[in-house]
């Protein structure tokens, strides 16, 4: 018979904080506590790039979904199967208050328009894509070059199948405007989505907006 988890109670605010400090450098953690990052749409890239950027220490995450969790969801998307049913940004953000207790969590159970991604987006400092559809997608990366071309957009762009994991990488577009994935694989094309692809392409999303915290200009890798 396994033996019950035991548990020693949540760490205070000050031993999470000192424990990040010393993984990642102050200086660094003093940037990620101060950023806003909105992500766009909670799946298999948003749900994993959310909990990777709240380990790191990021200080306010802004989740974005209208969808619920479906038992299809589980294989690739960071949800619980009696989550089964739920809105995922609510899903998500009790998900991430056991994972990063300190982090603050602020959610919109909706879709995102041209009509309202100016209100949704305009506290974040870097904005997230992690829709499913195409167009979506494209209103996305649309709307934040027009209205706010001051910001960061970290984008993706192909990782379904089993392709080669190294073909996932990232792309800077432009100053600030990178792309992640192989830019070719698509559902449509076969297999379909495999965890571990659409987590290595959540990673690269979750390791840009890392860098871009950290003051590197170069993110193309």
């Known amino acids: ?91 998500l953000a009790e998900n991430l208050k056991e994972i990063s207790p300190y982090t603050e969590v602020k959610y919109y159970t909706g879709k995102v328009t041209e009509k309202n991604c100016r209100e949704l987006l305009r506290e974040a400092d870097i904005i997230c894509e992690a829709f499913d559809a195409a167009e979506e997608k494209a209103m996305l990366v649309n709307a934040v070059l027009e209205l706010f071309p001051e910001k960061y957009l970290v984008a993706a762009s192909g990782m379904a199948g089993l392709g080669p994991a190294n073909t996932i990488r990232t792309r800077q577009v432009t100053e600030k405007f990178c792309l992640c994935g192989d830019g070719v694989s698509d559902v449509a094309d076969g297999m379909g989505l495999v965890a571990s692809r659409v987590m290595l392409c959540a ?15 170069k993110l193309e890798e």
Not at 8 to 20: A, M
Not at 60 to 85: E, P, T
Not at 203 to 217: C, D, M, N, S, T
């Open 1 to 91: 018979m396994n033996s019950p988890v035991k548990t020693q109670g949540i760490p205070t605010k000050e031993e999470w904080r000192r424990t990040l400090a010393e993984r990642q450098g102050e200086e660094l953690l003093k940037k990620l506590e101060k950023a806003v990052v909105a992500v766009c749409g909670l799946g298999g890239l948003g749900s994993n790039i959310a909990i990777a950027l709240a380990r790191a220490g990021v200080g306010r995450l802004i989740l974005l979904d209208f969808d619920k969790v479906d038992i299809s969801n589980l294989h690739r998307q960071q949800y619980k199967a009696f989550q089964v049913g739920c809105y995922k940004t609510e899903a």
């Open 203 to 217: 990673a690269h999303q979750a390791h840009a907006v890392l860098r871009i915290l950290a003051g590197e200009k």
